[in-house]
């Protein structure tokens, strides 16, 4: 799946759904957020604004193929401005005549098309659910655990990086995985003498659950190293596996 073929499955996914809810609510079905979560309109907010990131990423894209802006309008135009948290509080009636003509799912078609050789493999729907299943059972077992205030903010600032690039992955592919692994690898190294000094004085409990954090992120780049990426992504895996695999080994042997 290429960048411009991310943008037409959510935008199906947007106009195929024939509820006429606020855009919140349109939306959080979109990605398949639950509506009595209550940090709803929080999670919301965050995917469209990685939408709207991954619009202007495939606009980068054409651009380098030398695609004027006015062939891919008023597809990306229309899906970016109906995309904006500002207007989460909205009708969908307000926005639908817009977004469902014809010619905006046109302008995306041939934006795939144009993309067609810069398509990128996608993670296995088991992996992926394994993936978000493991994290889940770790944000669990972290509440459940006893430990520092400054360690247990640490590895829930992890957790949650990871936790946001799985929502973020069917939007954007494997980037969102990798920008979220280099963070990681940022703040193993920045924060690395003070991790070391707690893990050697933690209790059991607390060991077992670093242990299984680091080994879940360790997962998660193999399973981006594994995919047959386009070039530019596959370069950006492969520093991130064989760069955090030794930094843990060395906090973690």
């Not at 469902?100 to 996608?122: G, I, M, Q, S, T």
């Not at 946001?164 to 969102?176: F, P, R």
Request: charged share 30%; proline share 3%; hydrophobic share 40%.
């Amino acid at each position: 799946m290429n960048a411009a073929e991310r943008l037409i499955y959510f935008y199906d996914r947007l106009v195929s759904n024939k509820q006429n809810d606020r855009l919140l609510e349109k939306w959080a079905i979109v990605f398949d957020l639950s509506a009595s979560d209550p940090n709803l309109e929080d999670d919301v907010t965050a995917r469209l604004m990685s939408l709207r990131q991954q619009i202007d990423f495939t606009r980068s894209r054409l651009d380098e193929h030398g695609i004027p802006v006015e062939l891919t309008n008023p597809g990306f135009e229309r899906l970016k401005q109906v995309a904006s948290p500002g207007k989460l509080h909205s009708s969908w009636n307000d926005h639908k005549g817009n977004i469902e003509a014809p010619e905006c799912r046109k302008v995306f078609e041939w934006a795939a098309w144009a993309l067609k050789e810069e398509n990128e493999a996608d993670l296995p729907a088991e992996e992926l659910k394994a993936l978000r299943m493991e994290l889940e059972s770790l944000q669990s077992a972290l509440h459940d655990t006893v430990m520092t205030r400054e360690l247990r903010e640490f590895i829930q600032q992890q957790i949650t990086a990871i936790r946001h690039a799985l929502l973020d992955y069917e939007i954007k592919g494997t980037q969102a995985l990798t920008d979220a692994l280099h963070k990681v690898v940022g703040a193993y190294s920045v924060e690395r003498v003070k991790v070391e000094r707690e893990y050697e004085n933690a209790d059991a409990s607390t060991k077992n659950i670093l242990n299984r954090v680091f080994d879940f992120l360790r997962n998660t780049a193999e399973a981006c190293d594994n995919l047959d990426k386009i070039a530019s992504f596959g370069e950006k895996a492969a520093t991130i596996a064989s760069t955090l695999s030794p930094l843990l080994l060395r906090v973690f042997p």
